[in-house]
Nanobody, 126 residues
Framework: HVQLVESGGGSVQAGGSLTLSCVVS????????VGWLRQAPGKEREAVAS???????YYADSVEGRTTISQDSAKNTVYLQMDNLKPEDTAMYYC?????????????????????WGQGTQVTVS
């Protein structure tokens, strides 16, 4: 049973930073991708960033340059560091996993690529 648990959300002023964490447990496949996605009220869910277990990283245009996705394989944890946060970054942030290890980046930046999801952590920027 795959389980993803997010943490690190909260309220922050515009221009501030947050680091989200996602612990991926019981994932038996070494080759996988983990993504961070978000959904604001009244909007569709969108991908923010994705990372392959081998290390490739991909970002949505809306966050590139101020967001870093990283992983600690020993801890089965994926991080999303967000800097220079803007009010439009306010959303529920979800961690999700997929076995589409060889998928092109444009696929990994689609919510439909992911099969296992966490419960989400709220980020509010004011």
């Amino acid at each position: 049973h795959v389980q993803l648990v997010e943490s690190g959300g909260g309220s922050v002023q515009a221009g501030g930073s947050l680091t989200l964490s996602c612990v991926v447990s019981a994932y038996t496949y070494s080759k996988r991708c983990v993504g961070w996605l978000r959904q604001a009220p009244g909007k569709e869910r969108e991908a923010v960033a994705s990372i392959r277990s081998g290390g490739g990283r991909y970002y949505a245009d809306s966050v590139e340059g101020r967001t870093t996705i990283s992983q600690d394989s020993a801890k089965n944890t994926v991080y999303l560091q967000m800097d220079n946060l803007k009010p439009e970054d306010t959303a529920m942030y979800y961690c999700a996993a997929t076995q589409l290890f060889r998928a092109e980046p444009r696929i990994l930046l689609r919510p439909s690529a992911y099969t296992h999801w966490g419960q989400g952590t709220q980020v509010t920027v004011s």
